[in-house]
């Protein structure tokens, strides 16, 4: 794993951009997988002003990470609202797509369009109990899409979007498995803020184990974490 610490959450937006800037330099079809939460939100802003000057993502594809089940797609909390909002309604990026539904069929269906192509570059955040996409800890390293049921912790995190009320929280979600994420060509997480240093420091510094979803990133042979001073400040080097 390379590991880059930032003074700030900006820096780390910038220079998370800068990974993903070589891609869409080099390779104008390219394949991004992407992550909804606030982590990742500063890097979608450099992607809308690269595109503001002028770069044109019209032969790029991109597949999310996980959708909440049970709520509408235009809903405004569901993730399809996030990833229109913070991104697609600003660039020409049209090949959009982002898992929906609750049946095995569903996942099924996901996991197949993403076996037609290759992801070039997977941008992550990180959940304070070490979950990727929504794969809670746990949950074995070879899963490929699946529906699974949230923790309490990450209804807790999440419920700033809801009002503050967990009651209103998903309860469950269709998330891209670790085993689908581990395929991607290249893996880009972003982490910033006191509240992740643990799970970072877990990610990069613990054992390789299903308690910390994100550890299984030690076995990738390409990954870049950018992270922000809070973030990074229980690693140990
Ligand atoms: C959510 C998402 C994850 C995201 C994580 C962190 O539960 N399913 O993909 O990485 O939370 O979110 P944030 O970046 O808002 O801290």
């Not at 500063?42 to 909440?68: R, T």
């Amino acid at each position: 794993m390379k590991v880059i610490v930032c003074e700030n959450y900006d820096e780390m937006s910038a220079k998370a951009f800068g990974v993903m800037k070589e891609l869409l330099d080099a390779k104008k079809d390219a394949v991004l997988g992407l992550a909804t939460g606030s982590s990742p939100v500063g890097l979608y802003k450099e992607m809308i002003q690269y595109h503001k000057d002028g770069y044109s993502y019209k032969d790029i594809k991109s597949y999310n990470l996980d959708e909440y089940v049970g709520i509408d797609r235009k809903d405004p909390q569901s993730y399809y609202t996030f990833m229109y909002e913070n991104l697609f309604k600003d660039i020409d990026l049209n090949n959009t797509h982002v898992p929906y539904g609750n049946t095995e069929a569903d996942c099924k269906a996901y996991e197949d369009a993403l076996s037609e192509v290759s992801i070039d570059l997977q941008v992550l955040g990180i959940g304070q109990n070490g979950h990727i996409g929504f794969n809670e800890p746990g949950t074995p390293f070879e899963e490929l899409t699946h529906i699974v049921d949230l923790t309490e912790n990450t209804r807790e995190a999440n419920a700033r979007f809801f009002d503050n009320d967990i009651n209103k929280v998903p309860t469950q979600a269709i998330t891209m498995g670790i085993g689908t994420i581990m395929k991607s060509k290249k893996v880009l997480l972003v982490a910033n803020g006191e509240n992740k240093a643990d799970a970072v420091k877990a990610m990069i510094e613990g054992p390789i184990d299903t308690a910390c979803a994100a550890s299984a990133l030690q076995n990738h042979a390409d990954v870049v974490v950018v992270l922000d001073k809070a973030a990074a400040s229980k690693l140990s080097k």
